[in-house]
Protein backbone atom coordinates (compact mmCIF):
# COMPACT_ATOMS: atom_id res chain seq x y z
CA UNK A 1 0.00 0.00 0.00
CA UNK A 2 1.19 3.46 -0.95
CA UNK A 3 0.17 6.80 -0.21
CA UNK A 4 -0.17 7.63 -3.83
CA UNK A 5 -3.02 4.29 -4.27
CA UNK A 6 -5.97 6.47 -3.90
CA UNK A 7 -4.69 8.41 -7.40
CA UNK A 8 -4.77 5.43 -9.19
CA UNK A 9 -8.28 5.62 -10.65
CA UNK A 10 -7.34 9.32 -11.99
CA UNK A 11 -3.40 7.78 -13.27
CA UNK A 12 -5.68 5.79 -15.41
CA UNK A 13 -7.37 8.69 -16.49
CA UNK A 14 -4.15 10.50 -17.30
CA UNK A 15 -2.95 7.29 -19.17
CA UNK A 16 -5.89 6.94 -21.48
CA UNK A 17 -5.22 10.62 -22.37
CA UNK A 18 -1.63 10.40 -22.98
CA UNK A 19 -2.14 7.94 -25.12
CA UNK A 20 -4.44 9.74 -27.02
CA UNK A 21 -2.00 12.93 -27.29
CA UNK A 22 -0.72 15.67 -25.12
CA UNK A 23 -0.99 16.01 -21.45
CA UNK A 24 -4.05 18.89 -21.51
CA UNK A 25 -2.90 19.94 -18.11
CA UNK A 26 0.44 20.76 -18.64
CA UNK A 27 0.41 22.38 -21.90
CA UNK A 28 3.93 24.48 -22.73
CA UNK A 29 4.30 27.32 -24.69
CA UNK A 30 8.12 28.18 -26.00
CA UNK A 31 6.87 32.05 -26.85
CA UNK A 32 3.57 34.01 -26.12
CA UNK A 33 3.88 36.16 -28.88
CA UNK A 34 1.22 38.68 -28.15
CA UNK A 35 -2.88 38.52 -26.88
CA UNK A 36 -3.63 35.72 -29.39
CA UNK A 37 -0.91 34.21 -30.75
CA UNK A 38 1.84 31.52 -29.00
CA UNK A 39 4.42 29.94 -30.30
CA UNK A 40 5.61 25.51 -29.83
CA UNK A 41 8.31 24.50 -31.26
CA UNK A 42 7.92 26.09 -34.43
CA UNK A 43 4.37 26.45 -34.78
CA UNK A 44 2.53 29.37 -34.61
CA UNK A 45 -0.45 28.69 -31.96
CA UNK A 46 -4.15 30.84 -32.30
CA UNK A 47 -4.93 31.44 -28.75
CA UNK A 48 -8.24 31.40 -28.09
CA UNK A 49 -8.43 29.90 -24.79
CA UNK A 50 -6.43 32.34 -22.25
CA UNK A 51 -9.45 34.68 -20.73
CA UNK A 52 -7.83 37.09 -21.87
CA UNK A 53 -10.90 38.70 -22.85
CA UNK A 54 -10.00 42.36 -23.40
CA UNK A 55 -6.24 41.52 -24.82
CA UNK A 56 -4.50 43.86 -22.04
CA UNK A 57 -2.20 41.73 -21.48
CA UNK A 58 -0.24 43.26 -24.56
CA UNK A 59 -1.10 46.67 -24.04
CA UNK A 60 1.38 49.54 -24.13
CA UNK A 61 0.50 51.41 -20.90
CA UNK A 62 -0.32 48.35 -18.56
CA UNK A 63 3.27 46.93 -20.00
CA UNK A 64 4.81 49.86 -19.20
CA UNK A 65 2.88 50.54 -15.98
CA UNK A 66 4.52 47.12 -14.94
CA UNK A 67 8.02 48.04 -16.10
CA UNK A 68 7.94 50.98 -14.27
CA UNK A 69 6.23 49.78 -11.25
CA UNK A 70 9.50 47.20 -11.06
CA UNK A 71 11.99 50.01 -11.43
CA UNK A 72 10.36 52.04 -8.78
CA UNK A 73 9.31 49.42 -6.14
CA UNK A 74 11.37 46.32 -7.16
CA UNK A 75 10.31 42.88 -7.69
CA UNK A 76 8.39 41.86 -4.93
CA UNK A 77 6.72 42.51 -1.52
CA UNK A 78 8.19 40.25 0.28
CA UNK A 79 5.30 40.03 2.55
CA UNK A 80 1.56 40.75 3.97
CA UNK A 81 -0.18 44.09 4.21
CA UNK A 82 -1.26 43.31 7.73
CA UNK A 83 2.32 42.00 8.75
CA UNK A 84 4.50 44.16 6.79
CA UNK A 85 2.53 47.29 5.36
CA UNK A 86 0.60 48.38 1.99
CA UNK A 87 2.39 50.36 -0.45
CA UNK A 88 0.46 53.51 -1.96
CA UNK A 89 -0.44 51.68 -5.30
CA UNK A 90 -2.24 49.00 -3.54
CA UNK A 91 -4.54 51.55 -1.86
CA UNK A 92 -4.61 53.54 -5.22
CA UNK A 93 -5.98 50.13 -6.67
CA UNK A 94 -8.68 49.92 -4.05
CA UNK A 95 -9.79 53.48 -4.35
CA UNK A 96 -10.15 53.05 -8.01
CA UNK A 97 -12.13 49.95 -8.27
CA UNK A 98 -14.46 51.09 -5.51
CA UNK A 99 -14.62 54.36 -7.33
CA UNK A 100 -15.42 52.31 -10.71
CA UNK A 101 -18.00 50.24 -8.73
CA UNK A 102 -19.53 53.13 -7.28
CA UNK A 103 -18.76 51.75 -3.74
CA UNK A 104 -17.51 52.86 -0.92
CA UNK A 105 -15.28 49.51 0.19
CA UNK A 106 -12.61 47.51 -2.14
CA UNK A 107 -9.81 45.43 -0.92
CA UNK A 108 -7.46 43.98 -3.03
CA UNK A 109 -6.16 40.56 -3.03
CA UNK A 110 -2.79 38.29 -3.99
CA UNK A 111 -4.89 36.16 -6.40
CA UNK A 112 -8.38 35.77 -8.01
CA UNK A 113 -8.86 32.61 -5.52
CA UNK A 114 -7.52 33.74 -2.63
CA UNK A 115 -10.09 36.52 -3.54
CA UNK A 116 -12.99 34.31 -2.78
CA UNK A 117 -11.63 32.23 0.26
CA UNK A 118 -11.23 35.37 2.21
CA UNK A 119 -14.28 37.22 1.14
CA UNK A 120 -16.51 34.53 1.75
CA UNK A 121 -14.83 32.74 5.11
CA UNK A 122 -14.50 36.44 6.57
CA UNK A 123 -18.13 37.45 5.53
CA UNK A 124 -19.55 34.08 7.14
CA UNK A 125 -19.19 33.27 11.25
CA UNK A 126 -20.34 30.26 12.62
CA UNK A 127 -24.30 31.13 12.73
CA UNK A 128 -24.58 32.19 9.09
CA UNK A 129 -25.66 30.10 6.58
CA UNK A 130 -24.34 30.26 2.82
CA UNK A 131 -26.41 29.49 -0.03
CA UNK A 132 -24.01 28.87 -3.05
CA UNK A 133 -25.22 28.08 -6.83
CA UNK A 134 -24.44 24.35 -7.76
CA UNK A 135 -22.13 25.24 -10.35
CA UNK A 136 -19.94 27.15 -8.42
CA UNK A 137 -16.53 27.65 -9.04
CA UNK A 138 -13.70 25.63 -6.91
CA UNK A 139 -12.76 28.89 -4.79
CA UNK A 140 -16.20 29.42 -3.92
CA UNK A 141 -16.57 26.04 -2.52
CA UNK A 142 -13.18 26.06 -0.79
CA UNK A 143 -14.05 29.71 0.57
CA UNK A 144 -17.36 27.66 2.58
CA UNK A 145 -14.56 25.31 3.69
CA UNK A 146 -12.86 27.75 5.83
CA UNK A 147 -16.39 28.90 7.32
CA UNK A 148 -18.03 26.97 10.02
CA UNK A 149 -21.06 28.60 8.30
CA UNK A 150 -23.19 25.85 6.84
CA UNK A 151 -23.84 25.45 3.61
CA UNK A 152 -26.64 24.71 1.10
CA UNK A 153 -26.72 24.57 -2.74
CA UNK A 154 -29.15 25.98 -4.81
CA UNK A 155 -30.37 24.47 -8.46
CA UNK A 156 -27.93 26.42 -11.19
CA UNK A 157 -28.94 29.96 -12.13
CA UNK A 158 -32.59 29.00 -10.67
CA UNK A 159 -33.41 32.14 -8.02
CA UNK A 160 -36.76 30.20 -7.55
CA UNK A 161 -34.79 27.27 -6.11
CA UNK A 162 -32.73 30.09 -4.04
CA UNK A 163 -36.13 31.04 -2.73
CA UNK A 164 -37.69 27.77 -1.81
CA UNK A 165 -34.64 26.92 0.17
CA UNK A 166 -34.37 30.25 1.64
CA UNK A 167 -38.22 29.78 2.90
CA UNK A 168 -37.27 26.26 4.05
CA UNK A 169 -34.14 27.63 6.07
CA UNK A 170 -36.73 29.99 8.16
CA UNK A 171 -35.18 32.55 10.60
CA UNK A 172 -31.33 32.19 11.25
CA UNK A 173 -30.96 32.40 15.29
CA UNK A 174 -28.38 34.83 15.27
CA UNK A 175 -26.97 34.92 12.29
CA UNK A 176 -27.52 35.94 8.26
CA UNK A 177 -27.87 34.64 4.51
CA UNK A 178 -24.99 35.01 2.47
CA UNK A 179 -26.29 33.98 -1.26
CA UNK A 180 -23.09 33.23 -3.56
CA UNK A 181 -23.55 33.29 -7.27
CA UNK A 182 -21.57 34.33 -10.34
CA UNK A 183 -21.94 36.78 -13.27
CA UNK A 184 -20.99 35.06 -16.15
CA UNK A 185 -20.02 31.46 -15.46
CA UNK A 186 -16.69 30.07 -16.79
CA UNK A 187 -17.06 26.65 -17.81
CA UNK A 188 -20.32 27.33 -20.18
CA UNK A 189 -20.64 31.24 -20.80
CA UNK A 190 -24.21 31.49 -18.99
CA UNK A 191 -25.19 33.96 -17.66
CA UNK A 192 -27.35 34.70 -13.70
CA UNK A 193 -30.69 36.89 -13.89
CA UNK A 194 -28.53 38.91 -10.84
CA UNK A 195 -31.80 41.08 -10.89
CA UNK A 196 -33.90 38.33 -9.77
CA UNK A 197 -31.16 36.78 -7.39
CA UNK A 198 -31.26 40.63 -5.53
CA UNK A 199 -34.94 40.46 -5.14
CA UNK A 200 -35.01 36.62 -3.38
CA UNK A 201 -32.08 37.57 -1.52
CA UNK A 202 -33.56 40.65 -0.25
CA UNK A 203 -36.87 39.58 -0.07
CA UNK A 204 -35.37 36.72 2.88
CA UNK A 205 -33.11 39.53 4.56
CA UNK A 206 -30.26 38.25 2.82
CA UNK A 207 -27.01 39.47 1.36
CA UNK A 208 -25.77 38.93 -2.11
CA UNK A 209 -22.32 38.33 -2.96
CA UNK A 210 -21.28 37.87 -7.07
CA UNK A 211 -18.20 36.65 -8.69
CA UNK A 212 -17.56 38.76 -11.61
CA UNK A 213 -14.62 37.12 -12.61
CA UNK A 214 -15.51 36.44 -16.29
CA UNK A 215 -17.09 39.71 -16.63
CA UNK A 216 -15.85 42.43 -15.15
CA UNK A 217 -14.38 44.60 -17.70
CA UNK A 218 -16.53 42.85 -20.24
CA UNK A 219 -19.93 43.37 -19.80
CA UNK A 220 -22.17 46.55 -19.06
CA UNK A 221 -21.55 50.31 -20.76
CA UNK A 222 -18.81 50.81 -18.57
CA UNK A 223 -16.99 47.36 -18.12
CA UNK A 224 -18.41 46.92 -13.89
CA UNK A 225 -19.93 43.69 -15.07
CA UNK A 226 -23.13 41.67 -15.15
CA UNK A 227 -24.71 43.74 -12.22
CA UNK A 228 -24.37 46.97 -14.33
CA UNK A 229 -24.98 45.28 -17.25
CA UNK A 230 -28.65 44.43 -15.71
CA UNK A 231 -28.98 47.68 -13.75
CA UNK A 232 -28.81 46.79 -10.67
CA UNK A 233 -25.25 47.13 -9.56
CA UNK A 234 -25.84 49.69 -6.81
CA UNK A 235 -28.11 47.00 -4.88
CA UNK A 236 -24.75 44.20 -4.95
CA UNK A 237 -23.93 43.65 -1.23
CA UNK A 238 -20.34 42.37 -2.50
CA UNK A 239 -18.43 42.40 -5.69
CA UNK A 240 -15.72 39.85 -6.36
CA UNK A 241 -13.72 40.01 -9.07
CA UNK A 242 -9.78 38.73 -10.55
CA UNK A 243 -7.20 40.66 -12.52
CA UNK A 244 -6.54 37.82 -14.54
CA UNK A 245 -8.81 37.89 -17.00
CA UNK A 246 -9.56 41.20 -18.49
CA UNK A 247 -7.28 42.79 -16.12
CA UNK A 248 -4.59 41.62 -17.51
CA UNK A 249 -2.81 41.21 -14.37
CA UNK A 250 -2.55 38.98 -11.74
CA UNK A 251 -4.45 39.21 -8.37
CA UNK A 252 -8.27 39.83 -7.09
CA UNK A 253 -10.82 42.28 -5.56
CA UNK A 254 -13.82 42.63 -3.54
CA UNK A 255 -15.87 45.37 -3.41
CA UNK A 256 -18.84 46.04 -1.29
CA UNK A 257 -21.56 49.24 -0.98
CA UNK A 258 -21.20 48.16 3.23
CA UNK A 259 -18.80 50.71 4.26
CA UNK A 260 -18.06 48.24 7.49
CA UNK A 261 -16.56 45.62 4.99
CA UNK A 262 -13.36 46.78 5.57
CA UNK A 263 -13.55 45.40 9.07
CA UNK A 264 -12.65 41.90 7.57
CA UNK A 265 -9.23 42.85 6.76
CA UNK A 266 -8.27 42.78 10.32
CA UNK A 267 -9.91 38.32 10.20
CA UNK A 268 -9.31 36.72 6.25
CA UNK A 269 -7.08 34.84 6.68
CA UNK A 270 -6.01 34.55 3.11
CA UNK A 271 -5.30 37.66 3.29
CA UNK A 272 -3.32 38.38 6.52
CA UNK A 273 -1.19 35.61 6.25
CA UNK A 274 0.16 35.35 2.84
CA UNK A 275 2.58 37.81 1.09
CA UNK A 276 0.28 41.13 -1.21
CA UNK A 277 0.13 41.50 -4.87
CA UNK A 278 3.10 42.26 -6.15
CA UNK A 279 4.07 46.14 -7.70
CA UNK A 280 4.07 45.04 -11.22
CA UNK A 281 1.10 43.05 -10.91
CA UNK A 282 -0.90 46.45 -8.90
CA UNK A 283 0.08 48.57 -11.23
CA UNK A 284 -0.84 46.77 -14.93
CA UNK A 285 -4.13 46.28 -12.96
CA UNK A 286 -4.60 50.01 -11.78
CA UNK A 287 -3.91 51.10 -15.81
CA UNK A 288 -6.25 48.22 -17.04
CA UNK A 289 -9.11 49.76 -14.54
CA UNK A 290 -8.98 53.14 -16.51
CA UNK A 291 -8.62 50.99 -20.31
CA UNK A 292 -11.42 48.65 -18.92
CA UNK A 293 -13.54 52.06 -17.88
CA UNK A 294 -13.21 53.77 -21.83
CA UNK A 295 -13.20 50.34 -23.44
CA UNK A 296 -16.28 50.63 -25.29
CA UNK A 297 -15.03 49.68 -27.89
CA UNK A 298 -13.23 46.78 -27.14
CA UNK A 299 -16.33 45.26 -25.46
CA UNK A 300 -18.54 46.24 -28.31
CA UNK A 301 -15.78 44.32 -30.98
CA UNK A 302 -15.70 41.02 -28.12
CA UNK A 303 -19.55 41.12 -28.43
CA UNK A 304 -19.21 40.66 -31.92
CA UNK A 305 -16.77 38.38 -31.92
CA UNK A 306 -18.80 36.27 -30.37
CA UNK A 307 -21.81 36.38 -32.20
CA UNK A 308 -19.95 35.48 -35.48
CA UNK A 309 -18.54 32.45 -33.54
CA UNK A 310 -21.35 31.39 -31.90
CA UNK A 311 -23.22 31.44 -35.25
CA UNK A 312 -20.44 29.60 -37.13
CA UNK A 313 -20.25 27.01 -34.67
CA UNK A 314 -23.73 26.49 -34.18
CA UNK A 315 -24.10 26.19 -38.44
CA UNK A 316 -21.54 23.76 -38.16
CA UNK A 317 -23.65 21.82 -36.10
CA UNK A 318 -21.87 22.06 -32.49
CA UNK A 319 -24.30 21.66 -29.40
CA UNK A 320 -23.23 24.76 -27.35
CA UNK A 321 -23.65 25.24 -24.26
CA UNK A 322 -25.10 28.81 -24.04
CA UNK A 323 -26.18 32.07 -25.67
CA UNK A 324 -23.40 33.84 -27.39
CA UNK A 325 -20.78 35.04 -24.43
CA UNK A 326 -17.15 35.44 -25.09
CA UNK A 327 -16.93 31.81 -23.71
CA UNK A 328 -17.98 29.47 -25.47
CA UNK A 329 -18.35 26.00 -24.94
CA UNK A 330 -18.79 22.93 -27.41
CA UNK A 331 -20.43 19.69 -25.58
CA UNK A 332 -18.65 16.58 -27.08
CA UNK A 333 -19.82 13.00 -26.41
CA UNK A 334 -16.73 11.87 -24.22
CA UNK A 335 -13.47 12.65 -22.30
CA UNK A 336 -11.80 10.59 -25.16
CA UNK A 337 -13.31 11.92 -28.01
CA UNK A 338 -13.05 15.55 -26.58
CA UNK A 339 -9.26 14.98 -25.73
CA UNK A 340 -8.78 13.84 -29.23
CA UNK A 341 -10.35 16.77 -31.12
CA UNK A 342 -8.76 18.70 -28.49
CA UNK A 343 -5.13 17.24 -29.56
CA UNK A 344 -6.01 17.71 -33.29
CA UNK A 345 -6.59 21.73 -32.92
CA UNK A 346 -3.66 22.36 -31.37
CA UNK A 347 -1.59 20.18 -33.77
CA UNK A 348 -3.43 22.44 -36.60
CA UNK A 349 -2.41 25.38 -34.83
CA UNK A 350 -5.38 26.57 -32.09
CA UNK A 351 -5.60 26.51 -28.83
CA UNK A 352 -8.96 26.05 -27.05
CA UNK A 353 -9.46 24.40 -23.76
CA UNK A 354 -10.27 20.91 -22.57
CA UNK A 355 -12.48 20.77 -19.92
CA UNK A 356 -13.36 17.85 -18.36
CA UNK A 357 -14.88 16.88 -14.72
CA UNK A 358 -14.80 17.68 -12.18
CA UNK A 359 -14.34 21.19 -13.30
CA UNK A 360 -17.44 20.80 -15.74
CA UNK A 361 -20.92 21.00 -14.74
CA UNK A 362 -22.96 18.24 -15.52
CA UNK A 363 -19.89 16.19 -15.89
CA UNK A 364 -19.55 17.50 -19.57
CA UNK A 365 -16.51 17.29 -21.67
CA UNK A 366 -16.32 20.27 -23.67
CA UNK A 367 -14.20 21.93 -26.05
CA UNK A 368 -14.02 25.89 -24.29
CA UNK A 369 -12.89 28.55 -26.49
CA UNK A 370 -12.51 31.91 -24.55
CA UNK A 371 -12.79 35.02 -27.14
CA UNK A 372 -10.58 38.32 -26.77
CA UNK A 373 -11.38 41.88 -27.99
CA UNK A 374 -7.77 41.39 -29.62
CA UNK A 375 -9.43 38.70 -32.04
CA UNK A 376 -9.89 40.22 -35.64
CA UNK A 377 -13.18 38.59 -37.92
CA UNK A 378 -10.70 36.82 -39.51
CA UNK A 379 -9.25 34.98 -36.61
CA UNK A 380 -12.78 33.92 -35.79
CA UNK A 381 -13.14 32.73 -39.59
CA UNK A 382 -10.19 30.56 -38.88
CA UNK A 383 -11.33 28.86 -35.75
CA UNK A 384 -14.68 28.45 -37.14
CA UNK A 385 -12.82 26.89 -40.60
CA UNK A 386 -10.17 24.23 -38.19
CA UNK A 387 -13.98 23.44 -36.28
CA UNK A 388 -15.33 22.91 -39.90
CA UNK A 389 -12.26 20.64 -40.62
CA UNK A 390 -12.68 18.54 -37.57
CA UNK A 391 -15.99 17.91 -38.10
CA UNK A 392 -15.01 16.39 -41.82
CA UNK A 393 -12.65 14.37 -39.59
CA UNK A 394 -14.54 12.79 -37.11
CA UNK A 395 -14.82 9.35 -38.48
CA UNK A 396 -10.90 9.35 -39.02
CA UNK A 397 -10.10 10.67 -35.84
CA UNK A 398 -12.04 8.35 -34.20
CA UNK A 399 -10.48 4.91 -35.71
CA UNK A 400 -6.84 6.63 -34.87
CA UNK A 401 -8.12 6.69 -31.44
CA UNK A 402 -9.52 3.47 -31.16
CA UNK A 403 -5.80 2.17 -32.49
CA UNK A 404 -3.94 4.26 -29.75
CA UNK A 405 -6.28 3.30 -27.18
CA UNK A 406 -5.71 -0.89 -28.16
CA UNK A 407 -1.82 -0.30 -28.79
N1 LIG B 1 -13.56 32.92 -9.80
C1 LIG B 1 -13.85 32.31 -10.94
C2 LIG B 1 -15.28 32.18 -11.36
C3 LIG B 1 -12.83 31.77 -11.73
O1 LIG B 1 -13.12 31.13 -12.87
C4 LIG B 1 -11.49 31.89 -11.29
C5 LIG B 1 -10.32 31.31 -12.07
N2 LIG B 1 -10.50 31.03 -13.35
C6 LIG B 1 -11.24 32.55 -10.10
C7 LIG B 1 -12.29 33.06 -9.38
C8 LIG B 1 -9.84 32.65 -9.56
O2 LIG B 1 -9.12 33.63 -10.22
P1 LIG B 1 -7.53 33.59 -10.34
O3 LIG B 1 -7.21 32.55 -11.38
O4 LIG B 1 -7.20 34.95 -10.80
O5 LIG B 1 -6.96 33.25 -9.03
Redesign the pocket.
Known sequence: MSLFDKYAPLQKRIDVMNKIGRDALGVQFDDIIDATRGRIGNREILLAGT?NYLGLTFDADCMAAAKQAVDDHGTGTTGSRVANGSYREHVDLEVALADHLGMPSCIVFT??????LAAISGLAGDKDVIFMDAD?????IDGTRLTNASTIRFRHNSPEDLDKRLRRQGKIEGGHALVVI?GM??MFGDIAPIDEFIDVTHRHGGYLYI?E??SYGVFGPTGCGIAEEQGVLDKVDFI??????SLAS???FCASRHREFDVTRKVMRPYMFTASATPANICAARVAVDKIKAGGHLRDNLKARAQQLHKGLSDLGYDLCAEPSPVIAARRPNEAICAMEWNWLLDNGLYVNLAVPPGTPQSSSLLRISLSAAHSEADVNEIIAKFAELKGLEGQLMEDMMGKLAG
Do not use: L, P, R, W
Open positions: NTGYQTNAHACIEYSDAHSGTFSKVGG
